[in-house]
């Protein structure tokens, strides 16, 4: 996929109509953007991810988030986003346009596809147009849905999902933010990432169609009692799944209200703090800062103690849980050695009845009790040779549990938890919530302190609808908790009733009438588990690899890292670095180049093993690289992460002229961001071997 053409209308400090030209050229796939700092570079980038996201962008990455939050809220932020210039001459209207080319999407044929989203300040409406080949399409109607209309699902659908989108748009400087995760929640972030980038997603959802379908076929056979069960289960599981969406709906709005009125409550507290000239503003923005971090390790911390508190119950009753272990260990143990003895007992069998035959040919007869010695003799001699190790079980041995080996699998890593690291972890957690709680409140009361002002009315009437403000957000945040404990509970509610639908399509049998189908499905079914699982260790063998060889290629330190191991542990993943001595490399110990080679390195491999072909753009190319490292980047990375790479460097502090002459014979075109005046700046397109000189020549460096 290719981006032919961008084009931005009034967005921001972009006055009127610009375009940038992308078209591909053969053997180059490298494109330039630069400017100085404040021109708008990061804006142009930004405009794309509005462009494919609107209103969504906050999930792409967290400066959008971060910048959505300090204006109050999307409807405030969104508007801050037409030109000045154009807002002075009250047109109200600014958009931003991509046209792209050499997509492939299933059962849809094009050459071209346009994207465009419109915002209306006046009226204060949002539009997306995408059009194929320059014509509506019904397959993009045909995708809408109560959430979203088809234009938005076709992006995340067909183009870029918006949760590997950060993958594809990235600030080179910040990535080292891959190298730092370091809670659940962020692990189970990125592996939601992982997955989706890596195409397991897909077949995960295939499997579990295909498993629903089997299940509905065994469902007819169903007796009266049973379907009232399957009944009750699947209009409780789609109630409980309507309320977690409403909730989630409901959240959205409580946040949106929550940062409008914490943007309000801020803007009274500047005007108190000027007024009573206490502090600084830039030392209440840091105060301001170092609340907003402590909330957000808080609220992390929180949701962490969640997931403690769903294995307390266990760890209480460790030594029960132990017997449930033992008897599940004893299952498989059954279910084996019985697999073995029914496929032993019909070779058995086959070989009784093939010896029979043989003694018959030469015409000899055997007597009865001599037939039965033999054969008894015979299955005695094939047990106690092929079965001697298998243990011995008793006559009334029940499977009480009947787990998969996935599930197996899934409760022994609940009991190693509870046994090496839940009871420290559970302290630690503890500890750091009393610990960052207490922080943020001696944040908030010097924050508050300082607003100890006279007896103004009208820092009296400001002071007052502070405090209401403040109470109502703190209610807000309560609403919000709750709401998210609910869904908590609902989703696990969930989990328990689909467990008990799987134990009833265990047991239930097709109809003769439905036995081809079901059989096909079961086989299909297992075919695709069989297939995911080596699907899984086939991407983990070879992300392991690419990662691997793009730290071999990017790092000079020759041998640093020796191996790279990609653990899958349920929805969790987790990467690891080690040396030649076989040990674990912290990656909080490496120095800020080095995490953000490794985090390079990561991208790389992710988008070679990546199933979506669009382009990367890459914000601040060089930063913090020396001069090896930086031509290892030039030469052995950009060139090679995608069909089309656009990169945003300062030039002469992210790209020197001697990295830019060994990138050149990869430069397809190259632009200059030009400021005209304070509202406006546009792009000046320079032959890519004559960039540093026009830049010198512009600003006399």
Known sequence: MIIKTIELNNFRIYRGHNTVDLSQKEGQNIYVISGKNGFGKTTFLMSLVWCLYGQ??????????REIDEKGGYKKYIVTSLNRQAKA????????????????????????????????????????????DGFENELIRGLSDEKARGEEHFIRDYLLPIEIAKFFFFDAEKIVSLAEVNTNEQRKKLSRAYSEILGIKKYEDTKSEIEETQF?????????????????????????????????????????????LRFDSDEIQKRLIRFGNLITLEELEALRTSAAALEARLSEVQAELGKSYELVPFAIAASKLSEVVEQVKQEAEFKEVRY????????EEKMLSDLAAEVSKVGKEVDGSIHSLYSDAFRMLIKRHFFADAPEFPSDFRLLHDLTESERAQLQALVDNLRLSFREQFKRLHFEYNSVRNELSQVKRRISDSQSLGEDAVVKADRERKREL???????????????????????????????????????KSSDQDKEKDVL???????????????????????????????????HKKGFVHNVEVRIMGDLIEIELYNKRGEIILKEGLSKGEQQLYATA?????????????PVFIDSPMQKFDDQHAENIVKHFYPSIADQVILFPLINKELSAREYALLL??????????NKDSDESGFEEVAPDQLFERYSTLYHS
């Open 216 to 260: 509905r076929l065994r469902a007819r056979t169903a007796n009266a009692k049973e379907r009232e069960v399957i009944s009750t289960l699947d209009a409780e599981t789609s109630r409980l799944q309507q309320l977690i969406e409403a909730n989630r709906q409901q959240i959205e709005e409580l946040k949106d209200r929550r940062i409008a």
């Open 521 to 555: 499905t079961e086989a299909l079914s297992q075919r695709l588990r069989d297939y995911i699982n080596l699907y899984k260790e086939r991407k983990k063998k070879s992300l392991e690899n690419q990662i691997l060889r793009g730290l071999k290629m990017l790092m």
């Open 340 to 347: 073995k003895q029914d496929n032993a007992a019909s070779i």
């Open 602 to 614: 990561l991208l790389y491999g992710l988008v070679e093993e990546s199933d979506f072909d669009f």
């Open 56 to 65: 969504q962008m906050h999930e792409v990455d967290d400066l959008y988030k």
């Open 89 to 132: 001459e009250e047109d109200p209207t600014f958009s931003v346009k991509l046209t792209l080319t050499d997509a492939i999407i299933p059962a849809l044929t094009c050459s071209e596809i346009s994207i465009k989203r419109t915002y209306n300040t006046k009226t204060a409406t949002e539009e997306l147009e995408i059009l194929i």
């Open 665 to 674: 014979p990869r430069v397809a075109k190259s632009y200059l961001i030009v």
């Open 470 to 508: 403040d109470e109502e957000v703190e209610r807000l945040g309560e609403q919000i908790g709750a709401l998210e404990y609910e869904n908590s509970a609902f989703s696990n509610s969930i989990v328990q009733m689909e467990k008990q639908l799987e134990d009833l399509r265990k047991k239930l």
